[in-house]
Nanobody, 126 residues
Framework: QVQLVESGGGLVQPGGSLRLSCDVS????????IGWFRQAPGKERETISC????????HYADFVKGRFTISRDNTKNTVYLQMDNLKPEDTAVYFC???????????????????WGQGTQVTVSA
């Protein structure tokens, strides 16, 4: 049974940092690309970042470039999203998802991702 579990969300002040974790079980992480996504109330789910399985190639949405960093530790079956300089507009539920696609980029359709976590809430507020 494949499971993705996000953790690390919470309430943070503007300018603060959080590190999200995506713990993966039931599959070999080295054979999957992982994406991070978010969905704010009343908005569509959007791709934030993704990391490919073969060479670890990373991609970021323009609105998080320079602030967020994705990384993976295949030995721990975990993917991280370091979020710095958080802004109120970053408030959303954050999800991770896995796909066995050979390559993913920011514009990769969400339905290419086979397995999804339940999400973790991130709230940025003073």
């Amino acid at each position: 049974q494949v499971q993705l579990v996000e953790s690390g969300g919470g309430l943070v002040q503007p300018g603060g940092s959080l590190r999200l974790s995506c713990d993966v079980s039931g599959l070999s992480l080295d054979k999957y690309a992982i994406g991070w996504f978010r969905q704010a109330p009343g908005k569509e789910r959007e791709t934030i970042s993704c990391i490919n399985r073969n060479n670890g190639e990373r991609h970021y949405a323009d609105f998080v470039k320079g602030r967020f960093t994705i990384s993976r530790d295949n030995t721990k079956n975990t993917v991280y999203l370091q979020m710095d300089n958080l802004k109120p507009e970053d408030t959303a539920v954050y999800f991770c998802a896995a796909t066995d696609a050979f390559k993913v980029v920011i514009s990769t359709p969400l339905d290419w991702y086979d397995y999804w976590g339940q999400g973790t809430q991130v709230t940025v507020s003073a």
